[in-house]
């Protein structure tokens, strides 16, 4: 096997990976959001500051992945961030 087909091999595998790992993210983002949503006024102070928290970091989490795969494709090595939030 050449170079070239090990790379781009390796780069499509990379690329499932990490839009897989975005995936799941976002979903558990979007858990997070729903509990809230769900819990509304019930759901402890405490408890709802947390939910915030994990959402930001799956949030981060996707972003990055995002990322990884912008920049694996980017021309010069280098991307532009277009990380556009929709609360």
Request: proline share 1%; charged share 40%; glycine share 6%.
């Amino acid at each position: 096997m050449s170079n070239d087909t090990r790379d781009t091999l390796n780069t499509i595998k990379d690329d499932v990976r990490d839009g897989a790992d975005e995936v799941k993210h976002r979903a558990q983002a979007t858990g997070e959001r729903l509990s809230r949503d769900v819990q509304g006024d019930h759901m402890p102070l405490t408890d709802r500051i947390a939910s915030n928290v994990k959402e930001a970091g799956h949030t981060i989490a996707a972003d990055f992945d995002k990322t990884k795969r912008d920049v694996r494709h980017s021309d010069d090595g280098t991307a532009t961030a277009n990380v556009v939030r929709e609360d």
